[in-house]
């Protein structure tokens, strides 16, 4: 499918690393002329003529969500799509859910996306009460936390930061 951003950007490829790093993306989701190493993700490469804008899932390269003739015109395309997505960055994981509650409220009082994602008990596994921070990198833990993941044994002693 050919989309138009519909944005005039004089945006290069050879700017676009630079520019996505500048606003704290995860240098592991710009994959920029490459399909990158690893999967579930989108990229930007050139395509004969045309610039693509396409996701990479199971190793797959699937259709373009975008292209065009023209470079700046994928390259914003590429940005405003990479910079719109938030990824979700393990803060704690805890036997005991009090300590899940505590982590999330701690987290949301003080400004930070976070969201709970406890696994099923029929898992049978010990730490299922999942705290996740939200962001475009993991800076955002960081920020958040002194160390992460948190657990149940060092959770009493974590210090937040203002």
């Known amino acids: 499918m050919v989309r138009k951003s519909g944005k005039r950007s004089q945006l290069k490829i050879e700017e676009l690393r630079e520019k996505l790093l500048k606003e704290d993306v995860d240098k592991v989701h710009?994959?920029?002329?490459?399909?990158?190493?690893?999967?579930?993700?989108?990229?930007?490469?050139?395509n004969g003529d045309c610039w693509e804008v396409f996701f990479v899932e199971r190793g797959?390269?699937?259709?373009?969500?975008?292209?065009?003739e023209i470079e700046s015109e994928a390259c914003?395309?590429?940005f405003d799509l990479i910079t719109s997505m938030e990824n979700f960055y393990l803060a704690g994981r805890f036997t005991e859910e009090r300590f899940a509650i505590r982590l999330h409220e701690d987290?949301?009082?003080?400004?930070?996306?976070?969201v709970r994602n406890d696994l099923p008990e029929s898992m049978g596994l010990n730490s299922r009460f999942r705290v996740f921070v939200i962001g475009r990198s993991d800076s955002v833990l960081a920020k958040a936390i002194n160390?992460?993941?948190?657990?149940?044994?060092?959770?009493?002693?974590?210090?937040?930061?203002?």
């Open 107 to 114: 987290l949301l009082e003080k400004g930070f996306k976070a």
């Open 147 to 162: 160390g992460a993941p948190l657990t149940d044994s060092d959770f009493a002693s974590a210090t937040f930061k203002d």
């Open 30 to 46: 710009i994959n920029i002329l490459t399909t990158g190493d690893g999967d579930d993700r989108f990229c930007i490469d050139r």
């Open 60 to 68: 797959i390269r699937r259709e373009p969500e975008f292209s065009s």
């Open 76 to 78: 914003q395309y590429y």
